[in-house]
């Protein structure tokens, strides 16, 4: 059982690095990644603290990048934490996070939310600022039911106050992993909904741009899905990966380490990656 992506505290999930550690030897997952929103904050604190033997944690990030218009997310598998390129991409992303946060508390504003920057920050505590984080301010205000209702007439795409992020592209994303000596894997390609032209535009950008993998089991998904996805992993000759993309009991259908299984036909990312 591997688990390659979940969120802590370090950005929109709810538990400590070592809260999702325990949970994942629990599960009895081998190879476990931490993979935060545009940190590595936490992960490289598990990392420095791991000396088990039951179960190899590795370093990952989930890059937001823009394509096209739309939100796409790469993981970055197995990454050089210390690598000075990868920091300073890292930067440029926590600074537009901040940016756009500044942009989505004016929207707020407008729809009689005072504050919702600092309210916002309070709730994300000085770690990666996103949406998830304004979802839970529109839902203490009792502007929304749920955290979903706050994405469905908030935050979304092309809702009130969504802000088109000046994301880094994919070319960058995939070549600040692969300076990092890491391995780049496109998070989640059915939920983003493009189309078969634009889904193969992308991956073909980021293949010629250096990435090897994608994600054919992410969280909860049909086997249907998972069947698409693996014939997507195939066609496109790219390494399969999984996870969970646990963020919290509240919101995740599947816990750390309990996603259905890789296909057999799939070529998984980690074979290569030796426990030592
Ligand atoms: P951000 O990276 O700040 O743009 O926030 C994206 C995160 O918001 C995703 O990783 C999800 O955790 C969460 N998210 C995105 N869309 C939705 C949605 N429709 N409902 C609930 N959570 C969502
Ligand atoms: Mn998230
Ligand atoms: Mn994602
Ligand atoms: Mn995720």
């Known amino acids: 059982m591997v688990d390659l992506h979940c969120h802590s505290h370090f950005s929109d999930g709810v538990l400590s690095p070592e809260e999702l550690y325990n949970r994942a030897v629990s599960s009895g997952v081998k190879i476990f990644s931490l993979t935060d929103h545009d940190s590595v904050d936490g992960v490289s604190r598990l990392i420095a603290a791991n000396n088990s033997q039951q179960m190899q944690v590795i370093s990952g990030i989930e890059f937001s990048t823009r394509f096209k218009k739309h939100d796409i997310h790469i993981l970055g598998l197995n990454i050089d934490l210390a690598n000075v390129g990868l920091s300073k991409v890292i930067q440029l992303q926590k600074d537009s996070r901040v940016v756009r946060a500044k942009q989505i508390s004016e929207l707020l504003a407008k729809c009689g939310v005072e504050n919702a920057y600092d309210k916002a920050c309070d709730i994300a505590n000085n770690n990666s600022i996103g949406r998830p ?22 935050l979304g795409a092309r809702k009130k106050a969504y802000v088109a992020t000046s994301w880094i592209d994919i070319p960058q994303a995939v070549d600040a992993i692969i300076q990092a000596g890491g391995s780049a894997v496109i998070a989640h390609p059915l939920k983003y909904r493009l189309t078969n032209t634009k889904l193969n535009e992308l991956i073909k950008e980021f293949k010629d741009s250096g990435g090897v993998g994608i994600e054919v089991v992410s969280g909860d998904m049909s086997a249907a899905e998972i069947d698409h996805a693996a014939e997507i992993s195939l066609r ?36 290569k990656w030796s426990l030592n």
Do not use: M
């Open 236 to 271: 496109f000759d790219l390494l399969a990966s999984s996870g969970s993309d646990y963020h919290a009991d509240r919101i995740s259908r599947v816990a750390i380490g309990r996603q259905k299984a890789l296909p057999k036909k799939c070529n998984p990312i980690w074979s």
């Open 133 to 154: 984080h304004f979802a839970k301010v529109l839902l203490n205000e009792g502007l929304v039911r749920d955290l979903q209702g706050a994405f469905t007439q908030y």
